[in-house]
Structures are given as C-alpha cells and as structure tokens.
C-alpha cells in the first residue's frame, strides 16, 4: 500500500474554531453570505447577518477602547494599577470565542442512508460517498461549511503506536492458535471484521500472516509525518471520488483502501449557502469498531454534540432495536455531563414504498387517497403512491413520537433521571434524499410538502440562532458594562456614594461567597454520601456483573467467545463488537456509583431547572440577593452627578455578575465530564492487570484460563478498586469545586475593584463616549431580542 504525499504538515486540526479557519488569511475581508436556502426565513436571515453585524462591530469597539488604554500612561500607582486591570479586562473580551462550534451527531445502522441524509442537507449530492452494496462508512466525519475557495478533506491517521496494538488484535482474532472449539470462522462476524481490515491493508495473504511480518511491511513508512493529509477539490464530486478509500470498508474494491488506519476525516464545503459555518454534522459509523481510540473519538464526540439525530430508514423506523439504544445512549450522554439538548428521530427512505401492499395493509379507500375512476392509470399508481407516503408518514410520525415520549416520561417518572431536555425536544421528521433531488430539479416549491430536509435545516438553524443570541447578548452586555464604568471613572472624584456604598455591598460579596463555598461543600459530602452507598452496591453486584461478561452471551453456546473476551481483554475491557454491539466491562462494574452521580447530579448540578437546590437555583440565588443589594435606593441628598456615576457602576457590576454566572455554568458543563467518567476510568485502570495476563494466554482451552483471572481478580480487588473508584470520582469533583471557588473569588474581587474604582485624576484618562453611544445602540437591540423572548 503506497500513499499520496502530504501538504497536511502545518494543517490546523478539524476543531479548528471558526475564527481561526485557515483559508481566511487575517484581516481580509470576509465573503459576505448569500443565502438562497427557502428553509431558512426571511427574519431568520435578516437577524443572523444582524448577529454577525452586532458582533463585528462590537469586537471592533473592544479593540478601538483596547487602543486607548494601551495609548494611555500614568506614573501613579493607583492609576497605574487601575489602568493595568482594566486593559486586562479589555484584552480579555478581545480574545473571547463568540462562536464556539455546535456539533449535531448523526446516528443509525449502516445503510439507513446517513451519508446521503447529509448530502441532501447540505445540498451537495455527490459530496459524502454512499453505496447500496453493503460497504459501510467506517470512520467518524465531520461535515461542515467554511470560507475557503475549494472543497477540502482533512483526514487524520491513527497513530503507529495505536494501529500496531489493535494489529495484535486484529491478527488474534484471525489466529487458529486459540481455536479449540469447532467455530466457523467464517460465521463469526469479529474474525470477519478482522480479516476484511487486514486483507485491505497488508493484502489478500494479510490474515494469514504474523504479526511480526505485518509490522515489518511498515505500512506507516508512506504516512505524512504530521499523521494528517489534507485534499482540495474544486468539486464535490471529485472531492468525493478521492475520499472514498479513506471511508470506505468495501471488501472488494481495486485501488488502494486506507478506511483502517483513519481516525477521522473532516470535510469542509466553500461557499456554503445552507448552513452557517461552524454547525458540524458528524455521521457516526454504523458499524461495530475494534480500534481503541475510535471507539473512545465515538464516546467524546458524542459528549459535544448539542443535538442527535437518530437515522432509520422509515419502513424499520419503529421497532428497531438500535433507535431504541442510541436514544439510550443519548439520554445517557445528556445526563452523564453530555450537552444534548434535543433529540430528532429521522426517518428515510419515504419514497420507498409497496403502494398496493400499504394500501391493503392499511386499508386505504380511493377516497381517502383521492382517487378517482377518472384518473388515468398512470396518474392514478403516481396519486395512490403519494398518498401512501404521506399516510405512512403521518403514522409514523406519530407512532414514534408517542412512544418516544412515553419512554421519556418513564424515565422521568422512575426519578432516576432528570434531563436537561423537554418532551416537546424530542422530534420526528420523515425524509426522502431520492425524492428531494428530484423535486428540487424540477418542482422546488413542492419540496416542502414531500419531505422534511428543509425543516431539518430550520432546526439546525434554529439551534444555531438560539445558541448566538445567548452569546452575543453575554457579550455585548459585558462591553456595556465596561463602557458604563469606563465613561463614569474621569467623573467620580469625591463621590460619597461609592465611598458609603462599598461596604455594603463588599460585605454582600463576601458573604455571597461564603454561602456558595458553603454550598459547594454540603454538595461535596452528599457526593461523598452517594458514592459511599454506590460502592456498597458495586461490590455486591461485581460478582454478578463479571459473570455476565464472561459467559457465553445470553446463555448460548456461543463457540467463537474466546474471540470475543480476548478482544475485549486486548481493548482493556471496551470493545465496540460487530456482533454483540458496544461492550464495557469497567462501566458496568462501576454503575452503580455512576448511577449515584447520576441521582446527585440530578438534584445539584442541573441547569434547566431552577430548584433552589440545583446549581441554576444557587445561582439564581445569589444573583438575586447581590442584584437587590445593588439596586437598593440612593440617599437622597446625592447629586445628580453621584447619583448617575454609581448607575454606571450598579449596571457595571450587575452585568459582570450575569457575565461570570453564565461562564460558570459553561464551565461546570465541561468539568462534569471528567467525574461523570472517573469511575469507569478507575476501574479500568484496576482492571488492567487481569485484562493483561488474560491477554497473554493462548493455545487451546484458553477460554476457561481467561474467565478464571477475571473472575478471581474481582473477587479477590474489588474492595479496593471500588473505593479507588470512588477517591478518583471525588478528586475530580473537588478540582473542579476548588476551580469554581477561585474563579468565582477572583472574578468576584475584580468587579467589586472596578466597581468602586476611583481615579484620581494627575493624568486625564481617554475620552470613550463615541464608543459608549456605539455599544449602546447594538445593546439596546440586542436587549430587546431577549426581552421580546
Ligand atoms: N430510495 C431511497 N434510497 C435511499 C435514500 N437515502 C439513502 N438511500 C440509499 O440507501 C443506501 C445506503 O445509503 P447511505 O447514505 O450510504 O447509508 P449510511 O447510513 O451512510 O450507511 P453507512 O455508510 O454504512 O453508515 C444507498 O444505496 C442510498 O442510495 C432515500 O431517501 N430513498
């Protein structure tokens, strides 16, 4: 296998955020967006180009304010000081991220049409490969439009290092050493999966080599150094044509296959005039993965995405088992310090039907698929066909959105979960790629009544906007608030009204502070609480949860299993198998104190629900009594002068406080993550040893060697390694409580500071109204989108 050179050394990753997109060169002036999308309303286009308005020009103000207080200079040093943590501030909302990435996961068995969902979204038919043959993408790829000129691909390799582990494995799952028993190779789907990636790597003689002979072939001396390449097309389709050896797992195909040894491909569409740049659509594999760090891409990947779509094709669309697990999965991801605000079950394929079969099935009358005697036969097959389509789309359509809902609230009902998304969150959408080509050449207005692509577009958009307004409004309401302070410094000279105020308000702070630290703490002993009952419960149920893993599944006689247990002893305990689905020992052992977080976080942490407990309540809380504080009336000899000065700095500090609460929550959300997955981790890490030695054990009768280490290492540890577990879940929680308690101190301390901040007047500082009136202006209609909300 030879490879193409790279241009990929200097790539930036495919996270790249988009103010940083390599193919626009700094300070060129950015492409204006033309959107023709009819999804996409009128109001809808006219307030995102205003969010891009808003947000453009308020950056430049940033800077403009930025330049004056780098220009200005004092030798005093409570000016010095002063005019120091100022710029610092300023600097600071220069480099803030307004537009971080929103990633929607799509999910589905192979074959339920995800590829060619994606294409018809994103109105580029031939962009992602498809196929009808049974070849199936492999790797994760992230699909998303950007402002340069040609159609790209980024695709990244997995490392040497991690190819070479899972050869060992692939390699054991192909080996005879181990086959005692009488199975089949060729019926079992793992040895299967093996064979096929090596076969494409190494060659038709692949399987039959060692391991050492595969890793003397240095498949990796052709891979860019920088392990990405990068393609440009200048078209779709041709970009198309030379990525599909990258994604591909297409048994028989000629040239040159590299799907095994990619970790993730990221595409990128120029001149996009669907969807606005930094919505990423990932199409998740269908298929089953042995490779460690895909399946862990799979785990993290899912965690970012803000919305999943679950794709079946609509004719399965109801029972199928895998819609029923990825829902799973996605509650678990939303609740397991996931983001996943809603949840869109796509049914494809509508165009698909048995007219007459579905008519009888259903017992359709003419009537009811408005038909008449006078219709000619062609019409007529071409009239019963579409009222088909849209009857099996109505009850389905409905079918899954009551069964969904229903499962939802059970799980609500059950209390064991409270998600951060509602019922109404959960949405049905029925679509056909065929048909939605078809119209759109020949009768675009009817698009709408023939399939849902565009209302899947409104609600990326939707999700989109929703996100940028909660932002931008942060946003521009802290350069307000910076300008309020900054225009009221030259004029607050002898202000009795912040020398009387401050040690109210001081003393409001610090006890503010002392109730949320307090706080932090009580919910760290109930963490405590919980875990110590969930490590009661993990080690009376590890006995029961080993044994599970080790038997043959579901009490068959399932003669491959060796295969299977030494696959997933190699993968060190997780193991994404084509046959029996995603396998993971160290989690299931570790669910009962992942399901006391869960119970925990449900009752603290959350942030849909304001209950007084929950963290949104706290904040809210404290948000309240600080806001009063401030707000309380002026004694009434103040000047008209004091009086205005200390209404800059109340505005000043109520928006620092709203500014630092919505940064918390944010970042409460990304540190979950880490003591959501600490247990599992911990296990694993405990675990290894026996995973190792199991590892190691071949010839024949091997299976019986490996149950008997895995087994004997959980009777004889799990004492330890649970209470490891749970040290390491609350090292995690109290990084993050002791990360929160600096941030809040700290960024609390400032704005007091500011606040109350004089300036004494030896040097003039700038004169900042001109950008005051200009950030007013946006403030005042960004205000109002809100308020209108
Ligand atoms: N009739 C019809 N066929 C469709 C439609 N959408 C997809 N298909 C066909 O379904 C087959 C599989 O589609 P893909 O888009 O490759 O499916 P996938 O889910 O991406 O599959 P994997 O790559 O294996 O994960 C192809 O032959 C498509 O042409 C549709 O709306 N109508």
Redesign the pocket.
Known sequence: MEFEDSEGANSTSSDVRRNQTPETPTGRKQRKRKLKDPSITAEDYELWKNYDKWEAETKKIVEAVLKKLEDSNSNKPNEEDLLLTLKKKMQQLKEKCLQENIYVGVF??????????L??VFKEKSL??????G???SAIIKVQSYEGRKFKAEIEFLSEQNWNDELKLLVELCGKEDSDDEVDDEDDMEVETAKNKLQTVYGSSGPEKSYEELVKMNIYQNIPKSGKKILREDNAEELSRKLDPY??SQPCQTSKIYWPIVKSISVYIPYCQILPEGVVLI?F???GDSNKTRSEMWKTNLMNCSSVWI?S?ICRAVNEKIVHEIFGTSIKSATNGGRCHDVAFIC?????IEEQEYARDYRLTNEEMNLTDDNDLLEYDGKQKQSCIRHRNKHVKETMKKQYEEKWTKLMTKGSTQLEFSKDDLCVYT??????WKLEQKEPSNIFAE?EIPSLRKHIIDLYMKERKKVLNIYVSEVWGMLLLLISLNQNKQNEILKSRFNTINKAFQMSLEDFNEHLEDICRSLQDHLKHGVREAEKKSGQVIQQHIEPRGGRNYQGFHKTLKAICRNDGVFNSAKFGPIDINHDLSKPLHQKIDHFSDSTLQFNKGRRHSMEGRFNSIKLSLTNIIDEPLPTKSTAENAWVWKCRKDFMKTEINGLFYDLKKQITERKQHFYNAPSLSVQCSMKPAYEEATRKKGAGVLPFMKKILKEHVEEKHEEFFKDARDNAMEQFNDMKEKLKKEIHGRMTITLELGFSQWSGHNPLPDFQKEFDQITLIWNEVKDLSDSD
């Open positions: 589905g068995q192979t074959g339920a049409g995800k590829s060619t969902l294409n018809a992602l490969p498809t196929s009808s043959s070849a199936c993408t994604i591909r199409d594999p269908g298929l794709v094709a494809t394929k509508t165009d698909d679509v056909s790629a065929k048909q939605y399939t």
